[in-house]
């Protein structure tokens, strides 16, 4: 069976009904680890919710007795009344007390073991999530995937800690009290019963439209998200093009659409709600007044009477709250489907293999061809052919789009659906695992992305678990160490989001620090000085000099000047490598690298 087969097995599995409360207990299986709390929690929650059954048998006993003296035995005296009615009242206040000491415990360790297995949820998706294929990541729109499973996390949380819960006590209200009613008189239980199989039916017809609202509300309120992410991605545009009033109706649009929904939705939600709560209430009001004719025929006495109207508005509680725990686990329901497919979806194959020993650096294609899976028809690459030897230099230019970052891409094994053959050492791609690929080869971006940290930790990326001195070390032969020190707190001062903004060339020889201390065997480094000035340009070219020393290298470029010194320059443009030769070979061709040369690679 295929692995889509599988999934949309899954997918009508868990369409039912019936799964919903099964897909929102399955979440209990992260909560291995906190099984000592919580199954003491559930324990309590049982015993809290056995106890608050004797709040109306007392109460129930209380009213009953002060009205018929001495326990329905005639001749009582008024003392004894009183005897009997504090002897109650003692027990009455004792299973309060004890309610509420076992309460406490409870709301802890649900909350404990509940955010205990949460934080088990979002490590297994983080950790899955990191591991995906880099078309999945690519594919979404920005923004997406992290308020999606912000969203959905959300959902689950609030089921886990409170809704299951609610659902505990619930059954053990509505399964105690029905006993009890049905002590004090069956023909009453009946009707109340008789209101049991409505709300049933009521759930089966309104739980499915409420699942598929709450669906598709998470997705539109995940949209207005994504145009919240995005606006301040691209803040510096948005600014610049006075695109405020632009961008605040992309979001106005967004949502009014989520608010559509979510109305709608909301129309089955209440209608539900109001339904079983009529229901219910004209259920114990019929109760009350047939109660009261049994009463006055002398078929029912005091004390059951009332203990039974009690008990009634208890069974009635409960049931009221049917409706909303439904609809909660519908909800989750939707949501953990949607972590399930995500922590289902296929990782990066053949991560690790068995074989591998670390790379030596040679790199070849023969007929290599692509087309990016989210545009197949879009074709990149369309029969590649080169060869770089161990050490060499290879520069590669050509026309901006015409898939030279995407040969990186593929040598960094990011995506796997190309044809032809990928070698590395003479080894295809695919029988190395990526892990050993991965860390024989560095990169140096054009634009670098730092983390939030300090500049050390940003450094240490490169080989986490470096020393200071090998820190320093490594930015020494980058270029960096001299601003880096100037920085009042040096090596500690803060980067990324929350700290400091670098240059962009203060960046670049950040990466490139990062990638002397991985110490790779293959180095790919795409129009690292492209963006630069030429002060920092010159800083930069000489620290990426010393790093190329004695490594395979890959060069993308548009300046001459990194261009002219490579041992041999690709020429790719049109999916395929034009020319290929020395810049003197190349110049004397007068073909598309000498044109190249003239109108775009400037000095
Ligand atoms: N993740 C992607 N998904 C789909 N198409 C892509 C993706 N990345 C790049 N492309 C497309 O592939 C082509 C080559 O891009 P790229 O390799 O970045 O060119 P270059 O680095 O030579 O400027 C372009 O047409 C670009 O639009
Ligand atoms: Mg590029």
């Given at each position: 069976?295929?692995?889509?087969?599988?999934?949309?097995?899954?997918?009508?599995?868990?369409?039912?009904?019936?799964?919903?409360?099964?897909?929102?207990?399955?979440?209990?299986?992260?909560?291995?680890?906190?099984?000592?709390?919580?199954?003491?929690?559930?324990?309590?929650?049982?015993?809290?919710?056995?106890?608050?059954?004797?709040?109306?048998?007392?109460?129930?006993?209380?009213?009953?007795?002060?009205?018929?003296?001495?326990?329905?035995?005639?001749?009582?005296?008024?003392?004894?009344?009183?005897?009997?009615?504090?002897?109650?009242?003692?027990?009455?206040?004792?299973?309060?007390?004890?309610?509420?000491?076992?309460?406490?415990?409870?709301?802890?360790?649900?909350?404990?073991?509940?955010?205990?297995?949460?934080?088990?949820?979002?490590?297994?998706?983080?950790?899955?999530?990191?591991?995906?294929?880099?078309?999945?990541?690519?594919?979404?729109?920005?923004?997406?995937?992290?308020?999606?499973?912000?969203?959905?996390?959300?959902?689950?949380?609030?089921?886990?800690?409170?809704?299951?819960?609610?659902?505990?006590?619930?059954?053990?209200?509505?399964?105690?009290?029905?006993?009890?009613?049905?002590?004090?008189?069956?023909?009453?239980?009946?009707?109340?019963?008789?209101?049991?199989?409505?709300?049933?039916?009521?759930?089966?017809?309104?739980?499915?439209?409420?699942?598929?609202?709450?669906?598709?509300?998470?997705?539109?309120?995940?949209?207005?998200?994504?145009?919240?992410?995005?606006?301040?991605?691209?803040?510096?545009?948005?600014?610049?093009?006075?695109?405020?009033?632009?961008?605040?109706?992309?979001?106005?649009?967004?949502?009014?659409?989520?608010?559509?929904?979510?109305?709608?939705?909301?129309?089955?939600?209440?209608?539900?709600?109001?339904?079983?709560?009529?229901?219910?209430?004209?259920?114990?009001?019929?109760?009350?007044?047939?109660?009261?004719?049994?009463?006055?025929?002398?078929?029912?006495?005091?004390?059951?009477?009332?203990?039974?109207?009690?008990?009634?508005?208890?069974?009635?509680?409960?049931?009221?709250?049917?409706?909303?725990?439904?609809?909660?686990?519908?909800?989750?329901?939707?949501?953990?489907?949607?972590?399930?497919?995500?922590?289902?979806?296929?990782?990066?194959?053949?991560?690790?293999s068995q074989s591998d020993s670390a790379l030596v650096?040679?790199?070849?294609?023969?007929?290599?061809?692509?087309?990016?899976?989210?545009?197949?028809?879009?074709?990149?690459?369309?029969?590649?052919?080169?060869?770089?030897?161990?050490?060499?230099?290879?520069?590669?230019?050509?026309?901006?789009?015409?898939?030279?970052?995407?040969?990186?891409?593929?040598?960094?094994?990011?995506?796997?659906?190309?044809?032809?053959?990928?070698?590395?050492?003479?080894?295809?791609?695919?029988?190395?695992?990526?892990?050993?690929?991965?860390?024989?080869?560095?990169?140096?971006?054009?634009?670098?992305?730092?983390?939030?940290?300090?500049?050390?930790?940003?450094?240490?990326?490169?080989?986490?678990?470096?020393?200071?001195?090998?820190?320093?070390?490594?930015?020494?032969?980058?270029?960096?160490?001299?601003?880096?020190?100037?920085?009042?707190?040096?090596?500690?001062?803060?980067?990324?989001?929350?700290?400091?903004?670098?240059?962009?060339?203060?960046?670049?020889?950040?990466?490139?620090?990062?990638?002397?201390?991985?110490?790779?065997?293959?180095?790919?480094?795409?129009?690292?000085?492209?963006?630069?000035?030429?002060?920092?340009?010159?800083?930069?070219?000489?620290?990426?000099?010393?790093?190329?020393?004695?490594?395979?290298?890959?060069?993308?470029?548009?300046?001459?000047?990194?261009?002219?010194?490579?041992?041999?320059?690709?020429?790719?443009?049109?999916?395929?490598?034009?020319?290929?030769?020395?810049?003197?070979?190349l110049m004397a061709m007068n073909g598309t690298y000498?044109?190249?040369?003239?109108?775009?690679?400037?000095?």
């Amino acid at each position: 069976m295929s692995s889509t087969d599988k999934k949309s097995e899954k997918k009508e599995k868990r369409g039912k009904a019936s799964q919903s409360l099964k897909d929102a207990m399955g979440l209990y299986g992260y909560m291995d680890r906190y099984k000592h709390i919580f199954i003491p929690s559930l324990l309590a929650l049982y015993t809290t919710a056995a106890l608050s059954l004797a709040f109306p048998y007392f109460l129930s006993k209380l009213i009953g007795r002060s009205m018929t003296p001495g326990d329905g035995v005639t001749g009582a005296t008024e003392a004894e009344i009183i005897a009997n009615v504090n002897g109650i009242v003692l027990w009455l206040i004792g299973a309060l007390l004890l309610q509420s000491f076992i309460t406490y415990w409870r709301v802890r360790g649900f909350i404990k073991s509940g955010e205990g297995a949460l934080n088990e949820i979002r490590r297994t998706l983080f950790s899955r999530m990191v591991r995906l294929p880099m078309n999945y990541l690519t594919e979404k729109r920005s923004g997406e995937l992290s308020s999606r499973i912000a969203g959905d996390l959300a959902i689950m949380r609030e089921t886990l800690i409170t809704t299951v819960p609610k659902f505990g006590r619930m059954i053990v209200t509505l399964i105690g009290g029905l006993i009890v009613i049905f002590m004090c008189s069956w023909k009453l239980s009946l009707i109340m019963i008789g209101s049991v199989p409505i709300v049933v039916i009521a759930i089966a017809i309104f739980g499915k439209k409420i699942k598929n609202y709450s669906k598709a509300t998470q997705d539109a309120l995940a949209d207005t998200n994504i145009v919240v992410e995005e606006t301040i991605m691209g803040i510096y545009d948005t600014k610049a093009f006075c695109n405020e009033e632009y961008e605040e109706n992309r979001y106005d649009s967004a949502l009014e659409k989520f608010l559509n929904i979510t109305v709608s939705g909301a129309k089955a939600r209440a209608a539900f709600i109001s339904f079983i709560i009529l229901v219910l209430f004209s259920t114990v009001a019929f109760i009350v007044w047939y109660g009261a004719q049994m009463l006055a025929k002398g078929e029912i006495n005091i004390e059951n009477y009332i203990q039974f109207i009690l008990f009634s508005v208890f069974v009635a509680a409960s049931l009221g709250s049917v409706p909303e725990i439904m609809s909660q686990l519908q909800i989750t329901s939707g949501a953990t489907e949607r972590i399930r497919d995500l922590i289902d979806e296929e990782l990066e194959a053949n991560y690790k293999s068995q074989s591998d020993s670390a790379l030596v650096g040679s790199i070849s294609a023969e007929n290599l061809s692509f087309a990016y899976p989210s545009r197949p028809e879009g074709q990149v690459l369309n029969g590649v052919n080169f060869d770089v030897k161990t050490g060499e230099r290879v520069a590669i230019v050509g026309p901006s789009g015409g898939g030279k970052s995407t040969i990186f891409s593929l040598l960094l094994g990011f995506y796997q659906e190309h044809t032809g053959e990928l070698k590395f050492d003479g080894k295809p791609i695919s029988d190395i695992g990526l892990e050993s690929l991965r860390n024989s080869i560095a990169v140096v971006p054009q634009e670098v992305l730092l983390f939030g940290g300090s500049i050390e930790e940003n450094i240490a990326y490169g080989k986490p678990g470096s020393s200071k001195q090998e820190i320093i070390e490594a930015a020494k032969q980058a270029n960096a160490h001299d601003f880096i020190t100037e920085f009042e707190t040096g090596y500690d001062t803060t980067v990324g989001a929350r700290g400091i903004k670098l240059s962009g060339g203060q960046r670049q020889r950040i990466a490139i620090a990062r990638a002397i201390l991985a110490d790779p065997k293959i180095l790919l480094l795409d129009e690292a000085t492209s963006a630069l000035d030429s002060e920092s340009e010159r800083l930069v070219q000489s620290a990426l000099n010393t790093l190329m020393e004695g490594r395979t290298s890959m060069i993308i470029a548009h300046r001459l000047s990194t261009v002219r010194d490579a041992d041999r320059i690709l020429v790719l443009s049109g999916g395929k490598i034009e020319e290929s030769g020395t810049h003197e070979e190349l110049m004397a061709m007068n073909g598309t690298y000498e044109l190249l040369a003239k109108t775009q690679l400037g000095d």
